[in-house]
């Protein structure tokens, strides 16, 4: 079975610096792997997906991500935070017969401070 | 922009009554899912449904739980007899495309069910 381990429930960075939240997946098959990103009182929000046509994927909001195969990793990154990000996110694997149940990870809480 | 809508956004239950979670999907979605997230802890896939059935389900999903697509534009989720355990977020989320593993799920704002 797919799962996705994610570093850190909490980060905390300053504003202008870089965001990096962490996660580490599992899987017996090739993966299809997300980050979706949760505001207070809000529902989960895509910010990217790889689905193996490149390892470097762009989101909105100015977030990347990188898969490794190597070290089985996809860890979210953005050059410079802004007060805005800060929120809940979630690393999510497919999995599935039909690939219709996303997997999360536990979440990682982004705090940026001024 | 279209969006996943639920209601209630908070429902209280006494442990052992029926509560019926309810979702509108995005319109032209084919692919409908609930998920749920007791505190502090993981989102925990339930169910998804397609073309009138389930497609795939948990083993969180038991016999205490059901979903239907009444008509053409809800999509609920039924809990016949609460339990205390059952107090979580449940998000509903919906895709454009017939399942698939990279398909995009376009999650609700959720409901939150407590049990007393």
């Known amino acids: 079975a797919q799962s996705v381990t994610q570093l850190g429930s909490h980060v905390s960075v300053s504003e202008g610096a870089l965001v990096l939240l962490r996660c580490n997946y599992s899987?017996?098959?090739?993966?299809?792997l997300f980050w979706y990103v949760q505001y207070p009182n809000q529902g989960l929000q895509l910010l990217l997906k790889?689905?193996?046509?490149?390892?470097l994927v762009k989101g909105i909001n100015g977030f990347e991500a990188e898969f490794k195969k190597s070290e089985t990793s996809f860890h979210l990154t953005k050059p410079s935070a802004h007060m805005s990000d800060a929120a809940e996110y979630f690393c999510?694997?497919?999995?599935?017969?039909?690939?219709?149940?996303?997997?999360f990870g536990k979440g990682t809480t982004l705090s940026v401070s001024s | 922009e279209p969006e996943v809508t639920q209601t209630p956004s908070h429902q209280v239950t006494q442990m052992g009554q029926e509560v019926i979670l309810r979702c509108v999907p995005i319109?032209?979605?084919?692919?409908f899912y609930w998920y749920r997230q007791i505190l502090g802890q993981k989102v925990e896939f339930l169910v998804s449904?397609?073309?009138?059935?389930?497609?795939?389900k948990s083993e969180i999903f038991d016999d205490q739980f059901s979903v239907e697509r009444p008509d053409g534009s809800n999509f609920t989720l039924k809990i016949r007899s609460t339990k205390l355990e059952d107090s979580a977020m449940y998000f509903c989320?919906?895709?454009?495309?017939?399942?698939?593993?990279?398909?995009?799920?376009?999650f609700g704002p959720g409901t939150r069910l407590t049990v007393l």
């Open positions: 989320a919906s895709s454009e495309r017939a399942g698939g593993r990279t398909d995009t799920q376009y």
């Open positions: 899987s017996s098959v090739p993966p299809y």
């Open positions: 790889y689905t193996s046509a490149a390892t």
């Open positions: 999510a694997v497919s999995e599935g017969q039909a690939g219709t149940a996303l997997i």
């Open positions: 319109s032209n979605h084919l692919y």
């Open positions: 449904f397609y073309n009138n059935e389930i497609s795939e």
